[in-house]
């Protein structure tokens, strides 16, 4: 079946960088989004970026600026490069493809930035 299962989480320092990898395995040919979304113990789940199959981006203001969303697509890896990090950016974050109306959801990886 569809299996999303990201990686690259890990610890940095402040004003460090991580790059965040979806790999997408199963079913999947097309999609009609794919996305980031974060959730940490002091925070509810947060949207944080989406690509759409036109090839369009949009991400949050809270990372707008610092995070990029790219890929998707031919090797169905979705990646989020996330610079300048910041303390508030701890969570954990999980990547999603949506596709007719059904939404699939990875495990997501542990992002932690110290101060």
């Known amino acids: 079946q569809v299996r999303l299962v990201e990686s690259g989480g890990g610890l940095v320092q402040a004003g460090g960088s991580l790059r965040l990898s979806c790999a997408a395995s199963g079913d999947i040919f097309r999609f009609d989004s794919m996305g980031w979304y974060r959730q940490s113990p002091a925070k509810e789940r947060e949207w944080v970026a989406a690509?759409?199959?036109?090839?369009?981006?949009d991400v949050a203001d809270s990372v707008k600026g610092r995070f990029t969303i790219s890929g998707g697509n031919a090797r169905n890896t979705l990646y989020l490069q996330m610079d300048d990090l910041k303390p508030e950016d701890t969570a954990r974050y999980s990547c999603?493809?949506?596709?007719?109306?059904?939404?699939?959801w990875g495990q997501g990886t542990q992002v932690t930035v110290s101060s």
């Open positions: 690509i759409y199959n036109d090839g369009t981006t």
């Open positions: 999603n493809l949506v596709y007719s109306y059904v939404t699939y």
